[in-house]
């Protein structure tokens, strides 16, 4: 191979790297715009959530939709209430059980533990979000609404 065969080689090697970045940014940029301005996603259980679940699993009537309708917005709304005493009882016991534990420990420990319990508060975070909207749903058409 001879030296000007070698610069062109290196050249479009480096051309190609360059377009490849290009292109991996693009996309992560309009991925990243997609996701900030999309709705907050339903959980299991939300209202919406549970009757698009039963509207696909029993093909209500308009009837039985109508009827129904209000008994899952009231399982939501006593599910959602349950979750958030659960989830004040647990903060609550850890606490406890991470002040009894700091009382043993040397300073170096104790800084050790604070940092436990922002690693255990930022990771709870991330493994709460909820589910996509189309979740467990595996079918590609619309839900129907009730």
Do not use: C
């Amino acid at each position: 191979m001879n030296h000007l065969s070698k610069t062109k080689l290196i050249l479009y090697l480096a051309a190609i790297f360059v377009a490849g970045g290009v292109t991996g940014a693009t996309v992560a940029v309009k991925a990243a715009k997609q996701i900030m301005t999309e709705a907050p996603r339903t959980g299991p259980f939300e209202a919406r959530y549970l009757k698009e679940r039963f509207q696909s699993k029993l093909a209500l009537t308009p009837e039985q939709a109508k009827v129904i309708e209000p008994i899952l917005e009231k399982m939501s709304d006593e599910l959602k209430a349950v979750r958030a005493e659960s989830t004040k009882r647990i903060g609550a016991i850890m606490k406890s059980s991470y002040e009894q534990i700091g009382k043993e420990l040397t300073p170096e420990q104790r800084a050790k533990l604070e940092q436990m319990k922002k690693d255990r508060t930022e990771s709870s975070h991330r493994k709460f979000r909820p589910p996509p909207p189309d979740w467990p749903r595996k079918s590609n058409s619309p839900p129907q609404n009730l």
